[in-house]
């Protein structure tokens, strides 16, 4: 699985749009980019994931680069709720070699204040 | 639907005891994994299941044993505890059919234990 990029922390203001930026320079043409988010003492949670597309769901907006070497997830009205520790993660589909196993990085830490 | 339930919450075990944590899924999938969590080190597979009755080997699975017996549950055991397996453990699973062809990681909440 290809490996990611992410700066270790940013700041929100509550009720501003987080961007979310991350690399993945070396990622395949059959790999996808998956989002989860972990807040605090809970498991983690799948946010959003896409292979060339903008994807846009309920919580989120995920931008990949039309080259898919980088992507930004953008979470468009922040609240205090979204301080978290969010993961950009690159993998194989289940249907392919992979087994579904997801590599967990060090992630950025959001933090969104009042 | 309660998604993915781990027991027990907590557990502070003395080096050299034994115990099982248990993971269950209320959602009918195939693949189920169990994660350790440390500081600094992110999530690390220790074992995973495609299936009932089948199991293998993760990233980190020295000092771990588990079993699929049925497919709701996933159980993560320990031996002979060691101050080193002292982390967060997550289960997760996941559906694998062609119509949920990336379907994603389902976590439970952790057990967190601590080794003395």
């Known amino acids: 699985d290809a490996k990611t990029t992410q700066p270790p922390s940013m700041d929100c203001a509550e009720g501003r749009a987080a961007n979310l930026p991350c690399n993945h320079s070396?990622?395949?043409?059959?790999?996808?980019v998956y989002w989860y988010r972990q807040i605090h003492s809970q498991g983690p949670q799948y946010i959003i994931h896409?292979?060339?597309n903008n994807e846009t769901n309920e919580m989120a907006s995920l931008i990949i680069t039309e080259d898919r070497k980088s992507s930004t997830l953008i979470l468009p009205h922040a609240t205090l709720r979204d301080t978290a520790v969010y993961y950009c993660i690159v993998s194989l589909s289940p249907g392919g070699t992979s087994y579904g196993k997801l590599t967990f990085g060090q992630g950025t830490i959001l933090t969104v204040h009042p | 639907n309660a998604g993915v339930t781990q027991t027990p919450k907590f557990r502070v075990l003395k080096t050299g005891q034994s115990m099982t944590l248990l993971c269950a899924q209320d959602?009918?999938?195939?693949?189920m994994y169990w994660y350790r969590q440390d500081p600094g080190m992110g999530l690390r597979l220790i074992h995973y299941?495609?299936?009932?009755?089948?199991?293998a080997k993760g990233e980190v699975p020295d000092g771990y044993n588990v079993s699929r017996l049925k497919k709701q549950n996933f159980l993560l055991g320990l031996e002979s505890a060691a101050p080193s397996q002292t982390s967060v453990y997550f289960c997760a699973s996941r559906l694998t059919d062609v119509s949920s062809y990336n379907s994603p990681l389902h976590f439970g909440n952790g057990t967190r234990l601590t080794v003395t």
């Open positions: 896409g292979l060339k």
């Open positions: 299941s495609v299936g009932e009755g089948t199991t």
């Open positions: 959602m009918n999938h195939e693949y």
């Open positions: 070396t990622i395949s043409g059959n790999e996808y």
